[in-house]
């Protein structure tokens, strides 16, 4: 199975910093790589999918890059609404799907 | 709109088995891969496998091979997700999960509430 690393797995940031996540696969996935968001309680969201497309009604201020094994999450200037739990997901790879074990994005 | 709703919590002893289901609305069931997700308390999402809700074709990770089964109806739009010879490691949250569609194909775009399974003696 294809591994997935986040980091850091926590993140201590003010409203306002640019934050950087980064997500490393243990195989070259392409560019097969989505971004979630997770709140406390909550199903997870959609943020990026196909390593850097912006899924429809995220703000802008979020964007992904990367491709092969590195891939990265920016937030230009963290909102208070920013703060939870962000995921990779590699997919569409020999028919299995992988979550990064996720990176706490907290004040 | 699209909803994805989930059958409620449930409690089982070791050993024993559990079937969740997931009742779908407001798309064409046969149209989306529906996949099982679950999470444990603070911790991350794990992905479980899909079923091509079309054909009933499955696909499953590698840790649940021979333990877990997935089924649909097409009849009702509802998705079953079967867990067997549990254990207190499977004491977590479980979601069914629409692949999307279009460009952001392979991606999750509406998820269930969730149902919690504790698996306690």
């Known amino acids: 199975d294809i591994q997935m690393t986040q980091s850091p797995s926590t993140l201590s940031a003010s409203v306002g910093d640019r934050v950087t996540i980064t997500c490393r696969a243990s195989?070259?996935?392409?560019?097969?790589l989505a971004w979630y968001q997770q709140k406390p309680g909550k199903a997870p969201k959609l943020l990026i999918y196909?390593?850097?497309g912006l899924e429809s009604g995220v703000p802008s201020r979020f964007s992904g890059s990367g491709s092969g094994t590195e891939f990265i999450l920016t937030i230009s200037s963290l909102q208070p609404d920013d703060f939870a739990t962000y995921y990779c997901q590699q997919y569409n790879t020999y028919a299995t799907w992988t979550f990064g074990q996720g990176t706490k994005v907290e004040i | 709109q699209v909803q994805l709703v989930q059958s409620g919590a449930e409690v089982k002893k070791p050993g024993a088995s559990v079937e969740v289901s997931c009742k779908t609305s407001g798309y064409t069931f046969t149209g989306y891969y529906i996949h099982w997700v679950r999470q444990a308390p603070g911790q991350g999402l794990e992905w479980m496998g899909r079923?091509?809700?079309?054909?009933?074709?499955?696909n499953f990770a590698q840790k649940f091979q021979g333990r877990v089964t997935m089924t649909r109806d097409t009849s009702i739009s509802t998705a079953y997700m079967e867990l067997r010879s549990l254990t207190s490691d499977d004491t977590v949250v479980y979601y069914c999960?629409?692949?999307?569609?279009?460009?952001?194909?392979?991606?999750?775009?509406?998820w269930g509430q969730g149902t919690l399974v504790t698996v306690s003696s």
């Open positions: 999960v629409r692949e999307s569609a279009g460009g952001s194909s392979g991606t999750f775009d509406y």
């Open positions: 196909k390593a850097s």
């Open positions: 195989q070259s996935i392409s560019s097969w």
């Open positions: 079923i091509n809700p079309s054909s009933g074709g499955t």
